[in-house]
């Protein structure tokens, strides 16, 4: 209830005051340290051309879809042709055509997913490492509750084990 009437009193103008404010501030402070360093990666033409037809398959299904629904408005036959054709393949083209299909834009996915945490771990220490400990803030001590886990994870007698050796042995 309250923050609605909050809202309600905030004028666009106020909104777009405090965008530019804090576009300003952005720009002033310009990017975090570390930044700097990173270097673009070179993609070679091939990975470029690839990654250009990753983006194709969601609106060429879509167009596509739309496609078949107006050449089966239009042209009957030929749509019933040619969804004959389609149902006389066999299955085992289709499982591997998916195979085919699901391997290679997977493994593009994973190989672009890995670049992305090679450089996410490449700006935490380059930042990390040129942050001043006042921007950092102070860390925190982990406290008792992780000498409780480490306590947990040491490897010590089992005296449980050893009693149930003694009577199985």
Known sequence: ?????????VTMSQVLDLADAMQRRA??????PGVDALKPRSRAAYDRLIDALNRL???MMVLGS?????A???APDWFEQRMEALA?????LWWLLGAVLSLHFGSRFQAHAQDFQREMVATIATTAAEASPAIMGPIAS???DAELIAS???VGPNSALEDWRGTHA
């Open 27 to 32: 720009q002033e402070a310009g990017p975090p």
């Open 88 to 92: 006389r393949m066999p299955e085992g």
């Open 57 to 59: 398959p969601r609106p």
């Open 1 to 9: 209830m309250a923050l609605t009437s909050v809202l309600a009193r």
């Open 152 to 154: 947990t994870l040491a």
């Open 72 to 74: 089966a408005l239009v």
């Open 66 to 70: 739309i496609a078949l629904i107006g």
């Open 142 to 144: 982990p406290g008792q």
